[in-house]
């Protein structure tokens, strides 16, 4: 799904939600954050045989994809806030990256 499919379905279903403050939109993504770091935890634990209750290794590789998409969905969110394109902005940033450290630039290899 892309940041416009994102903002759409924002738009389809919260009116209002360009009158929330930014900090809103903020703090669910360092929850998110928190959310993939626990089921990490979580997953590290059970590769060293703790047993988790009743969650197994293939759940937690589950729960971690569900809060790899929540982030993602709040990533999309704050972009769409700032009327900002997420993805151009990666570009952009790799590109300095690139730059910066000397790493190698895949459209020349
Ligand atoms: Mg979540």
Redesign the pocket.
């Known amino acids: 799904m892309s940041q416009k499919e994102v903002l759409a379905v924002q738009n389809a279903n919260f009116k209002n939600w360009r009158k929330l403050p930014i900090d809103r939109h903020v703090l669910e993504l360092c929850g998110?954050a928190g959310?993939v770091a626990n089921a990490t935890k979580k997953y590290m634990r059970t590769l060293e045989g703790w047993k988790i209750g009743i969650i197994t290794k293939e759940e937690l590789i589950e729960k971690l994809k569900?809060?790899l998409a929540?982030i993602r969905i709040c990533l999309d969110l704050i972009a769409n806030y700032y009327d900002l394109d997420l993805v151009e902005l990666v570009r952009s940033k790799l590109e300095v990256n690139i730059k910066k450290f000397g790493w190698k630039d895949p459209r020349d290899i």
């Open positions: 998110e959310e569900e809060e929540d």
